[in-house]
């Protein structure tokens, strides 16, 4: 049977180890999600995770942005996050781009008070530097809203993962 098929029939344990680490850090919303069984494909399931994203308060949505890691930098990742990062290549950067990401993430986090986030995925380590560069300049609103789509980007590829395992 496959997960798709079975999403209904998973007890709790198994429901939060699958869907709790598909936002970084941030298990509630699965704990939340499990209030909107049945599902009625993995669409539904998508659908009502990201609506209980979306409708999160201000508060608590920066609280997700910034329970992620520092691109490059940071040694503590989660299971998806090195993945993620591994496979852009993060983890092999020159003195020069290391100390690069060092900068910018120190002065994004001082000026946007969260962690600089993108969906790495498909990218490698010079877009996502570019990126990075780019976007340290918009203002705080503006880098909000983008930090809060990446987020959501980044639950799809990894639910995306999850569904075709």
């Known amino acids: 049977m496959s997960l798709e098929n079975d999403l ?3 007890n709790r344990d198994k429901f939060i180890s699958l869907f709790g680490v598909i936002f970084e850090k941030t298990q509630w919303i699965a704990e939340k999600l499990l209030e909107h069984k049945p599902f009625k494909d993995k669409e539904d399931l998508i659908n009502k995770m990201f609506l209980i994203y979306e409708t999160t308060e201000k508060n608590k949505v ?6 992620h890691p520092k691109l490059a930098v940071e ?8 993945e993620e990062q591994s496979r852009a290549n993060l983890k092999n ?7 690069e990401f060092k900068m910018l993430n120190f002065k994004y986090e001082k000026k946007f008070g969260f962690p600089f986030i993108i969906a790495v995925k498909g990218k490698d380590k010079i877009e996502i530097l570019n990126n990075f560069r780019q976007r340290i300049n918009n203002d705080v609103e503006l880098e909000f809203k983008e930090a809060k789509s990446q987020v959501k ?3 799809l590829f990894r639910l995306n993962e999850i569904f075709t395992k």
């Open 75 to 82: 040694k503590n990742l989660t299971k998806y996050s090195s």
């Open 62 to 67: 920066l609280d997700i942005l910034r329970s």
């Open 8 to 10: 209904n029939n998973l």
């Open 93 to 99: 950067c020159t003195d020069e781009q290391y100390e």
């Open 153 to 155: 980007k980044i639950a």
